[in-house]
């Protein structure tokens, strides 16, 4: 018996929804506008070049909330029967694959310049007729870089986790780590100061470091949840409950002996694939289509629930543990 339709925020959640749409509007322009200020005060520096490519690439993740907003909770039809909601996934992917390459070729080239022992100058410009360090307009550059960026992912934090998006979560904890690649880049411009060239491509290689990181964490968490993984919170710092939850509701139930509940993530929500084993058969047909309305009503992530009645249910795991070892020649 299948349960499902086309989705809606609950009136909490869609309120949360529009905002996060808005600030990751927000978002967008200001990162814009940090790009171009670093953009005019780049120079020659490896440490500001790692940080204006992390600003373009902190673009990904936000551009990809915006443009899934608008995918994943368009209707099931032929082609999609199941919806649009695993755009979510699929945009989560493509932000960490974009995070993981430029990371590694930022990796690449500021090791190379390191290996390479070259001194990156940084000039003096004349705005105001009068000779002025380069260096002295991108350290607010960077300043600009990282404060309000700070700012806008720790508000994303509780929306992500209250919405279930990990795409919305993975660009807060960007937004919120900004700070730590403007420090870097700012003793990378100090050091050129002072003549200690090297803290500028070591700078630079902390930098990357931190991209590649992002990227690849995320990479895996995004692959994860395309091959169906059992679902996580938010953070993917647990497993999330739900599926133990369901079976409890399950098990309340007089009719119900045992049961077996499979929960796919499906972006910021869930399918359930649920076996039962009743202790008695009559009315069956009844209490299947009551129960699994009443399961769809116990988080409001849960869109579809698919429910099938079985004579035994046996523990995969427990026979696996008790199944003869063909290598080892052992028997049970």
């Not at 960490?96 to 990156?120: N, R, T």
């Not at 990990?166 to 403007?182: G, R, S, V």
Request: glycine share 6%.
């Amino acid at each position: 018996m299948r349960f499902s339709g086309a989705f809606e925020f609950p009136p909490d959640k869609a309120k949360a929804n529009d905002r996060a749409i808005r600030l990751e509007w927000i978002t967008v322009g200001y990162l814009v506008s940090a790009i171009f200020f670093i953009y005019i005060t780049l120079g020659s520096s490896q440490a500001m070049k790692a940080a204006w490519i992390e600003d373009i690439l902190s673009l990904v993740p936000s551009i990809s909330f915006l443009i899934v907003a608008r995918i994943r909770n368009r209707a099931p039809n032929e082609r999609f029967p199941f919806g649009y909601h695993r755009a979510v996934n699929v945009g989560y992917l493509c932000a960490s694959v974009a995070l993981a390459i430029m990371g590694l070729y930022l990796l690449y080239d500021s090791v190379s310049k390191l290996a390479a022992f070259e001194h990156a100058p940084i000039g003096l410009v004349q705005p105001w007729g009068e000779p002025i360090w380069l260096g002295w307009f991108m350290l607010p550059a960077l300043v600009w870089s990282a404060i309000p960026a700070v700012i806008l992912g720790r508000i994303k934090i509780p929306l992500a986790r209250q919405l279930h998006d990990k795409i919305l979560y993975a660009d807060a904890q960007m937004n919120k780590a900004d700070w730590l690649t403007a420090v870097a880049a700012m003793v990378g411009v100090l050091g050129i100061g002072f003549g200690i060239w090297w803290l500028d491509p070591i700078a630079a290689i902390v930098i990357s470091l931190d991209i590649t990181h992002d990227g690849i964490k995320n990479l895996r968490t995004a692959t994860a949840g395309l091959m169906d993984a059992r679902p996580t919170v938010v953070d993917g710092s647990a497993v999330d409950p739900l599926p133990e939850r369901l079976r409890t509701e399950l098990l309340a139930l007089d009719w119900v002996r045992d049961a077996v509940v499979k929960v796919r993530e499906d972006g910021h929500v869930f399918f359930a694939d649920i076996q039962v084993e009743p202790s008695t058969n009559e009315g069956l047909t009844s209490k299947i289509e009551r129960t699994a309305r009443d399961l769809i009503k116990v988080d409001w992530r849960l869109i579809d629930v698919i429910m099938m009645p079985v004579e035994k249910i046996e523990d995969k795991r427990r026979a696996d543990k008790t199944r003869p070892d063909v290598r080892s020649g052992s028997k049970p």
